[in-house]
C-alpha cells in the first residue's frame, strides 16, 4: 500500500453514461498525476496537477473528460458520455515536488463500459 | 517509433538465475529514469530509480544507465518465482515531468 487510495476500484457502466473517479494522494504530495493503461501497454499520461492548478492535459484527455482537484487534496477525473473505448485501468499517481520525484501509483479503477 | 521502448518478452529464466530487462528512449534531454514491477490486475509498484550513468544496487536488484547509448536496463540477481511479474521501464520528461512508460516485458522466473 502506497498510501494512495482511489475509489471506486471497479465501475461497470453502459456506454453513453457518465462516470466519476476519486483519487486520494499521499497527503504531503502537492504533485497529483492521472494515466489510463490499456491491457498490453504501459500506462499513458492523461493530466497533472500542482496542487489545485491542472497544469498540463495530454492530447489522449478528449473533451469528454475532466479532471479537477479543488483545494490541492483529492482529485476527480470524470468522463462524460462514455464509449467503449474507455474501458481500461485509470490510475493516479502522486509525488512531493522536490523530492526524487518518484511517482506513487494508486491501486487503480478499473472502468469496463459494456 | 516509440518513445520508449522495451524488449516485449515473455522473458523466461529459471530460478535463482539472472533475469536482465532492457530498455531505450529515444529523448535525449531525459534525465530521470524508473523501473516499475506490475502483477497481473494490480498497479505499477515502484522498484527503483535512477539519474546518473552506471549502475545503482539495491538488493537484488541493479539498474543500469547510459545516457549516451539512451540504455536503461534492470538485472534481478537470484531470480525468485515471486519476481514473475511484468517490468515497466518508464522515463520522466516534460514541464509536468510526467513519466513515458514502455509497454513492459513480461518474466516469469520458473521453480
Known amino acids: 500500500d502506497t498510501g494512495v487510495s482511489q475509489d471506486p476500484r471497479h465501475k461497470i457502466t453502459k456506454r453513453g453514461q457518465n462516470v466519476t473517479f476519486r483519487c486520494d494522494p499521499i497527503?504531503?504530495?502537492?504533485?497529483l498525476y492521472w494515466y489510463r493503461q490499456t491491457l498490453g501497454q504501459g500506462p499513458e499520461f492523461l493530466t497533472y496537477f500542482q496542487n489545485e492548478a491542472q497544469l498540463e492535459k495530454s492530447r489522449l484527455l478528449s473533451d469528454r473528460f475532466s479532471a479537477e482537484r479543488p483545494k490541492g487534496s483529492f482529485s476527480t477525473l470524470e468522463i462524460q458520455r462514455t464509449e467503449q473505448g474507455d474501458s481500461a485501468m485509470y490510475l493516479c499517481?502522486?509525488?512531493?515536488?522536490?523530492?526524487?520525484?518518484?511517482?506513487?501509483f494508486g491501486p487503480g479503477t478499473r472502468l469496463t463500459v459494456l | 517509433q516509440k518513445e520508449v521502448e522495451q524488449n516485449s518478452g515473455p522473458l523466461s529464466v529459471p530460478e535463482g538465475a539472472i533475469a536482465s530487462l532492457n530498455c531505450t528512449y529515444s529523448d535525449r534531454g531525459s534525465q530521470s529514469f524508473f523501473w516499475y514491477r506490475q502483477y497481473s490486475g494490480k498497479s505499477p509498484e515502484l522498484i527503483m530509480f535512477i539519474y546518473s550513468n552506471g549502475d545503482k544496487e539495491d538488493g537484488r536488484f541493479t539498474a543500469q544507465l547510459n545516457k549516451a547509448s539512451q540504455y536503461v536496463s534492470l538485472l534481478i540477481r537470484d531470480s525468485q518465482p515471486s519476481d514473475s511479474a511484468t517490468y515497466l521501464c518508464?522515463?520522466?520528461?516534460?514541464?509536468?515531468?510526467?513519466?513515458?512508460f514502455g509497454s513492459g516485458t513480461q518474466l516469469t522466473v520458473l521453480p
Open positions: 518508464a522515463v520522466m520528461s516534460g514541464s509536468a515531468r510526467q513519466l513515458t
Open positions: 497527503s504531503e504530495h502537492n504533485r
Open positions: 499517481a502522486s509525488t512531493l515536488e522536490g523530492s526524487t520525484d518518484t511517482q506513487y
